[in-house]
C-alpha cells in the first residue's frame, strides 16, 4: 500500500453559507481520518469566469487543475438547483479540460466520491449528473454516495451541520473514497501505464 494518498475536495455554491461545502469539508474530515491527506477548493473562493475555449486560463483554473493532477482522489459536492448540479459546479468541472493533455488524462485512475445537497429529495439527481461528468472524464465513480436532502432541517442558518448521523455518513463517504484511492495506489491493478504496457506487448 502506497504511503500517502491526497484527496481533493471540489465543491460548494456561490452562497457564503454553503450547506455543500459544509458536507464537503466534514467528509474530508472522514479522509484524513482515515490516513488520506486533503485540500478543498470552494466553489466561491474559485470565482471563475464561464469557460470559454477562448479564455485566457485563470489563476484559479490552473490551480484546481494542478492540484488534481498530483492528487489521487476526489470528492464532489454540489447543491441541487432544478434537479441537478448548479450551473457554477458544471462550470468548474468543465475548466477541468485544462487536464486533456495530462499524462494520465482527465482523472485517470482516480476514484471520485460524489455527494450533493438539496432543499428537498433531489440530491441523487444532481449526483447522477456529476457520475455523468465523471466518466466523461474517465474517473471512477465510488458507489457510495451521499444525497443530503431536507437541508433547510438539517444545518442552521450558518451553513453549520446539525445533525450527528449525517456527520457519520459523511465521514463515512470520505472514509470509503479514502480507501478506494489507497487501493488503487497499492495493488496497481486499475493502474493505466500498466494497462498501456499490455496493450502494447
Ligand atoms: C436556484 C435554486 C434551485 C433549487 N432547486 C432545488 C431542486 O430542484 N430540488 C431541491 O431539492 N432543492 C433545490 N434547491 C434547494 C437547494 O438544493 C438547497 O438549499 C441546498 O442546500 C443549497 O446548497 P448550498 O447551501 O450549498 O447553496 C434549490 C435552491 C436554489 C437556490
Redesign the pocket.
Known amino acids: 500500500m502506497s504511503e500517502s494518498v491526497t484527496i481533493v475536495g471540489l465543491g460548494?455554491?456561490m452562497?457564503a453559507?454553503?450547506?455543500?461545502?459544509t458536507s464537503l469539508e466534514i467528509a474530508l474530515e472522514g479522509a484524513a481520518a482515515a490516513g488520506a491527506k486533503t485540500q478543498v477548493f470552494s466553489i466561491r473562493e474559485l470565482d471563475l469566469p464561464m469557460y470559454t475555449p477562448e479564455h485566457s486560463i485563470p489563476d484559479a483554473a490552473q490551480r484546481l487543475a494542478d492540484a488534481i493532477a498530483e492528487s489521487q482522489a476526489m470528492i464532489w459536492s454540489s447543491?441541487?438547483?432544478?434537479?441537478s448540479i448548479s450551473g457554477a459546479m458544471k462550470n468548474a468541472i468543465d475548466w477541468l479540460i485544462l487536464l486533456a493533455q495530462r499524462e494520465p488524462p482527465y482523472l485517470t485512475n482516480k476514484p471520485i466520491g460524489l455527494m450533493a445537497?438539496?432543499?428537498?429529495?433531489?440530491?441523487l439527481q444532481s449526483i447522477n449528473a456529476m457520475e455523468f461528468c465523471v466518466r466523461a472524464l474517465r474517473g471512477w465513480a465510488v458507489p457510495l454516495v451521499l444525497p443530503v436532502?431536507h437541508?433547510?432541517q438539517i444545518?442552521d442558518p450558518e451553513?453549520r451541520l446539525t445533525d450527528d448521523k449525517v456527520g457519520g455518513q459523511l465521514r463515512a463517504l470520505g472514509a470509503e473514497v479514502a480507501r478506494a484511492a489507497f487501493q488503487f495506489q497499492g495493488t496497481g491493478t486499475c493502474d493505466y501505464a500498466e494497462r498501456l504496457q499490455l496493450q502494447a506487448q
Not at 17 to 21: H, I
Not at 79 to 83: D, E, S
Request: hydrophobic share 20%; glycine share 28%; no cysteine.
Open positions: 460548494g455554491s452562497r453559507a454553503s450547506t455543500s461545502l447543491p441541487t438547483y432544478q434537479g445537497t438539496a432543499g428537498g429529495t433531489h440530491g436532502a437541508s433547510g444545518f451553513g
